[in-house]
T-cell receptor, first 117, second 112 residues
């Protein structure tokens, strides 16, 4: 199946700093990518949907100025957590959608563990 | 409200045994239902995808069923292995233009 990569897999940063997470679709072009966060023992929560070349659509309760999303190409989306705080510590997972005329499939990245100290 | 409910919340079984996980959904409209396996600290990996017209689909030791009339699905794992220990998430898709609806998952532990 198609592969989605994330970098870094783990990151530790100090409170107040910014962290950028990259999401790449390796063998297909993704017009649409998704960013999720997951707290321990809970399911994935959608943060935002990004479409290549346009502004991301954020879910209710997600601060767009804190979680900056850029989808500059059909294979790359980035999530920047600005002025990170300990409560932003979480597991962030991206997903990329591969579409054809007849069907669509959504592939998930391996996740990025963010720890803010 | 579009919801996906999974049961049990957690399950412990002995290696080699079979188990069945349940998923009920109220999502409408319905496009397809997916089962994902998520290992701890990893992203979800797709096991099966079923559309409205499909009743069953297998992937190795994993067999998923779908009853679109009662809006129920199950995931049956045969001859469980220690590596099957993971969270299994039921996800329903309404259309290509709407977000996936996730269940909370069933945490399966397979012990020797």
């Amino acid at each position: 199946g198609a592969v989605v990569s994330q970098h870094p897999s783990r990151v530790i940063c100090k409170s107040g700093t910014s962290v950028k997470i990259e999401c790449r679709s390796l063998d297909f072009q993704a017009t649409t990518m998704f960013w999720y966060r997951q707290f321990p023992k809970q399911s994935l929560m959608l943060m935002a949907t990004s479409n290549e070349g346009s502004k991301a659509t954020y879910e209710q309760g997600v601060e767009k100025d804190k979680f900056l999303i850029n989808h500059a190409s059909l294979t790359l989306s980035t999530l920047t957590v600005t002025s990170a705080h300990p409560e932003d510590s979480s597991f962030y997972i991206c997903s990329a959608r591969e579409e054809t005329d007849l069907s669509y499939e959504q592939y998930f990245g391996p996740g990025t563990r963010l720890t803010v100290t | 409200k579009n919801q996906v409910e999974q049961s049990p919340q957690s399950l412990i079984i002995l290696e080699g045994k079979n188990c069945t996980l349940q998923c009920n959904y109220t999502v409408s409209p319905f496009s397809n239902l997916r089962w994902y396996k998520q290992d701890t600290g990893r992203g979800p990996v797709s096991l099966t995808i079923m559309t409205f017209s499909e009743n069953t689909k297998s992937n190795g030791r994993y067999t998923a069923t779908l009853d679109a009339d009662t809006k129920q699905s199950s995931l049956h794992i045969t001859a469980s292995q220690l590596s099957d220990s993971a969270s299994y998430i039921c996800v329903v898709s309404q259309s290509r233009n709407t977000p996936l609806v996730f269940g909370k998952g069933t945490r399966l532990s397979v012990i020797a």
